[in-house]
Nanobody
Framework: QVQVVQSGGGLVQAGGSLRLSCAASGSIFSIKAVNWHRQAPGEQRELVAS???????YYADSVEGRFTISSDDAKNTSYLQMQSLKPEDTAVYYC??????????????WGQGSQVTVSS
């Protein structure tokens, strides 16, 4: 089994910053990619940032230049640094790892979600 635990989030004023963390543990052989999604009330879940192992980061247009995705491979941990936050960034943020587990199966594992609220 693989467990994914998120931390971070909270309430911040517009223009402020937050950092989300996401750590995977358990039966991990390797991590192929890490993805950060968000879902605002009444909206569909959207991909905001992604990075594949050895690849270049992807950012949604709405967060390009303000959000930074990074990974600490030794800790199986990913971070989403969010700056210049706007009220429209308010959402529940989810991370997911695309993991090759110890049985050589590629499976996606999700974190529990982190609420980010940006006040105007």
């Amino acid at each position: 089994q693989v467990q994914v635990v998120q931390s971070g989030g909270g309430l911040v004023q517009a223009g402020g910053s937050l950092r989300l963390s996401c750590a995977a543990s358990g039966s991990i052989f390797s991590i192929k990619a890490v993805n950060w999604h968000r879902q605002a009330p009444g909206e569909q879940r959207e991909l905001v940032a992604s990075i594949a192992s050895g690849g270049t980061p992807y950012y949604a247009d709405s967060v390009e230049g303000r959000f930074t995705i990074s990974s600490d491979d030794a800790k199986n941990t990913s971070y989403l640094q969010m700056q210049s936050l706007k009220p429209e960034d308010t959402a529940v943020y989810y991370c997911n790892f695309d993991v090759i587990n110890t049985w050589q199966l590629l499976i996606g594992y999700w974190g529990q979600g982190s609420q980010v609220t940006v006040s105007s």
